[in-house]
């Protein structure tokens, strides 16, 4: 600390002191600046672009061949929903429950492991889950599916669930978890009914989290549902996905095709800002309380 | 899955369960239950179970993760071995596959995107932590958090008709007027390129990065804070000294996590990168990554020996990967362990 009264005298050093605090202070507000200016780019790009694409038709039409103006992405929404279901039909339950058992009984060397495994999981490419579910389900039944995409992104959803649960249910108090023993409950109805109600605000803010991630994703759907240009409801089937369909669009060399995939992603930024404004409505409303 | 097919089955018979609790004692031996396990208990432990079903559930899929990679693979690891990541020819036609020049590329579009990102992301971790007044921290961080959940297609899509453009136009020739002598910024400026890629990698973990840094700057304890603003230091003083300083690994460790997100991010590189599998000193040169050339090749290899070289590439990423997390994670820990529970409270 240049703290002595040196031959440049006190002056200068406490000069140069302050300088240097506000220098520090401004650089660190300009790089804010710098990194929020994309994020309004991006998004005062997405409106700009895209939606003067966006009407009802490109809701409710399937895209239209090229050379013709118009069309839609009715399908690629109805499939992204088809997809996400099953995802979430595989994350949530296999999530929330490796959840409980880490927080509940997880106390030990396995829980440690599984823990390690879940934080592995989170940091593979979503590329790599891609390529494992093709060579796993793809591969085996000899076509693209809705449902093979469903696992590739359900897999994805596990590790951020699970890690979530577990850390909102070792928020609820033990003295809780004592009342409600101490009254005779049977110990799964406690962590059921008790434990994992008490923390539902906190997980369904994490699932809602790991469900914005993950329907944005484009790389584990790649080889796996494949995409599509026409209606297709039935899981067994290639089907599109809003976010396939994006970038088989953007990367098109078409105009109408990058106008319809401005639109796309207005609609799929829609989609994900509203589950974040939800999760912090939720979060708001009922985080746990008593855990301070 | 498991829970909910054993949870709702087991209130149907919650007779037995209540006689059994009624009844003060367990008797040893008793002739109706054959492991001396009252309903509860037996409940009980199939809950536990199910549970750790699910845990196991994790385990599970990334061994088989790990088992189909290394399956899908073993045709190329048997015919090429370790030259696989020496050779620098892709040549699918003529049966050539030599993974460098996508090595070259993820080492090269990661680490220029970590030269953006890590200062940008200190200064808003600082920003935010430190210097923000209170009013406008939850906005910043909101923002951040936006930031994070735009889908790496729609980084994509605006880096191929915004950032590229800008790039070529504006970017690209000041470099090469400015910076020329370098030697890094040669041949023309496509905008499409291992700079774009960089760029458009950064503007994606800069939130991943900051976020953590923030979160273990906060698992910093007040009074470190405190003593040094005690002993006369200005605020910059004190975030260098105490914060920034203690907080040192866990900011490295946040900096590998966000080179761990670097190196398997896939669809924006894609889109902007060239994919062109060659080795070229000028940043401005198109390139190719591992995760783009599976996006781009997979569906349409041709061939045994073509698929295989792919799934290699995907295992290689894979074990890349888990590497560069494991040693993040530790570092992080090393510094929020044992301060959760004040992490959470501010």
């Known amino acids: ?292 | 899955m498991s829970p909910h097919l054993v949870v709702p089955g087991n209130p149907a018979r919650p007779g037995p369960r209540r006689e059994e609790t009624a009844a003060p004692s367990r008797p040893r031996g008793a002739p109706t239950k054959p492991r001396g396990l009252s309903a509860g208990q037996l409940a009980d432990r199939l809950f536990r179970y199910a549970m750790l079903a699910c845990g196991l559930s994790v385990i599970a899929i990334v061994v088989l993760i790990v088992f189909e990679l290394f399956q899908g693979s073993r045709l190329a690891i048997n015919e090429f071995g370790l030259k696989f990541f020496i050779g620098t020819d892709w040549d699918p036609v003529s049966g050539e596959f030599g993974a460098l020049p996508f090595l070259y590329g993820t080492v090269v579009s990661s680490l220029l995107a970590l030269v953006l990102a890590v200062p940008l992301a200190l200064g808003v971790a600082v920003f935010v932590t430190e210097i923000c007044p209170r009013p406008l921290r939850a906005a910043v961080s909101f923002a951040s958090e936006l930031l994070a959940a735009i889908p790496s297609v729609i980084y994509g899509l605006w880096a191929i008709f915004v950032l590229v453009p800008l790039l070529r136009q504006d970017v690209e020739p000041w470099l090469q007027s400015h910076l020329g002598w370098s030697g890094l910024f040669e041949g023309p400026p496509y905008g499409i390129g291992m700079l774009a890629a960089g760029v458009i990698l950064a503007i994606m973990i800069v939130p991943i990065i900051s976020s953590i840094t923030r979160e273990v700057m906060v698992a910093v304890p007040r009074q470190q804070r405190e003593a040094a603003l005690a002993l006369g230091a200005t605020r910059w003083e004190m975030i260098r000294m105490s914060v920034l300083r203690n907080a040192r690994a866990g900011i490295v460790g946040a900096i590998i996590l966000g080179l761990g997100r670097a190196l398997g991010e896939t669809m924006a590189v894609t889109m902007v990168i060239g994919n062109r599998p060659e080795i070229a000193k000028s940043l401005l040169a198109p390139g190719y990554t591992l995760a783009s050339v599976i996006a781009n090749e997979f569906s349409e290899a041709t061939g045994d020996l073509y698929l295989s070289a792919l799934f290699e590439i995907g295992l290689a990423l894979f074990l890349v990967t888990i590497v560069v997390n494991a040693l993040a994670r530790l570092l992080v820990w090393s510094v929020t362990r044992g301060t959760p529970a004040r992490a959470h409270a501010q």
């Open chain 1, 1 to 292: 600390m240049p703290n002595s009264a040196s031959a440049y005298g006190s002056d200068y050093v406490r000069w140069r002191r302050r300088l240097t605090d506000h220098a520090a202070t401004a650089a660190a507000a300009l790089t804010t600046i710098l990194v929020l200016a994309p994020l309004l780019a991006i998004f005062g790009y997405l409106i700009y672009r895209g939606a003067g694409t966006l009407s009802w038709a490109f809701l409710t039409r399937t895209p239209a061949p090229v050379g013709e103006v118009g069309g839609g992405m009715a399908n690629a929404i109805v499939g992204s929903g088809t997809i996400l279901a099953i995802a979430c039909a595989l994350g949530v339950p296999l999530g929330v429950g490796s959840g409980i058992y880490l927080a509940e009984y997880g106390r030990n060397r396995l829980g440690n492991l599984i823990r390690f495994t879940a934080d592995v999981l989170n940091g593979v490419p979503s590329i790599v889950v891609g390529i494992a579910v093709y060579a796993l389900i793809v591969l085996r039944q000899k076509h693209f599916s809705a449902f093979s995409g469903g696992v590739a992104l359900g897999i994805m959803l596990i590790p951020t669930v699970t890690r979530a649960t577990e850390e909102m249910l070792l928020m609820v108090p033990h003295s809780i978890r004592e009342a409600a023993l101490g009254l005779g409950v049977p110990e799964w109805r406690t962590t059921l009914s008790i434990t994992l109600r008490t923390a539902l605000p906190g997980v369904i803010t994490a699932v809602m989290l790991g469900f914005g991630r993950i329907a944005g994703e484009t790389a584990p759907l790649l080889f796996t549902a494949f995409g599509n240009q026409f209606w297709n409801l039935r899981p067994d089937q290639p089907t599109a996905a809003l976010p396939l369909q994006i970038f088989a669009y953007a990367i098109s060399p078409y105009d109408e095709w990058h106008r319809q995939a401005w639109a796309g992603a207005l609609v799929l930024i829609l989609l994900i800002v509203g589950t974040v404004a939800a999760v912090r409505l939720i979060a708001a409303r009922g985080t746990v309380k008593g855990a301070a």
